[in-house]
């Protein structure tokens, strides 16, 4: 159905800018204060510039993203992706090519791994989190991306607006 919900294998959630993929868009909410730690630690380890967030939860053997590019569109060029994982290890795969030129990585995103991917490999590889029988546990990732637009100072900034009194 264009435009309508469509089923996705993983639970996902946007905070503090939306987030488009093949299509779609997953509405942001405002950052809670349980993910304010995380994206304070990642802006000041890797990026300040880091001002969303995704979650996704991937719940046992049914649950996985397909190989894709993330979206460039709004993001800060040359800003890097970086995805924090937590729980059940599983594996983030890297592709490129097609047939027999195809080229495969595959890294242990385990709890507690970081991984930074920078603006150009997202451009010039996939990545993927495959499903497989043997999963039965919960993985959680946080991506951070940088917007230029719609960031999360912004949403601060439009709440705080919306519930400015005058008196
Ligand atoms: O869960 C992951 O590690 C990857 C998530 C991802 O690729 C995405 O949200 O675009
Ligand atoms: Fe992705």
């Known amino acids: 159905m264009p435009g309508g919900p469509v089923q996705t294998p993983r639970w996902q959630q946007a905070y503090g800018a939306d987030y488009h ?12 204060p349980v993910l304010e730690p995380l994206r304070e630690w990642v802006r000041q380890s890797i990026d300040p510039r880091l001002n969303a967030l995704l979650l996704n939860w991937y719940d046992g053997p049914g649950h996985y993203i397909g190989p894709h590019h993330d979206s460039t569109k709004d993001m800060v060029p040359d800003s890097p992706i970086v995805t924090l994982s937590f729980g059940e290890t599983r594996v983030f795969r890297l592709t490129r090519g097609r047939g027999g030129e195809k080229e495969l990585r595959d890294f242990e995103a ?9 603006f150009a490999t997202n451009l010039a590889w996939k990545h993927a ?9 919960r993985r959680i990732s946080v991506t951070l991306r940088a917007f230029t637009s719609g ?8 709440i705080a607006q919306n519930h400015s009194t005058t008196c």
Request: proline share 11%.
């Open 21 to 32: 993929y093949t299509g779609r868009t997953n509405t942001a909410l405002p950052v809670p």
């Open 110 to 118: 385990s709890n507690g791994v970081v991984f930074v991917l920078p």
């Open 129 to 137: 989190v495959p499903k497989s029988a043997r999963y039965c546990g």
């Open 151 to 158: 960031g999360v100072d912004e949403v601060v900034e439009e």
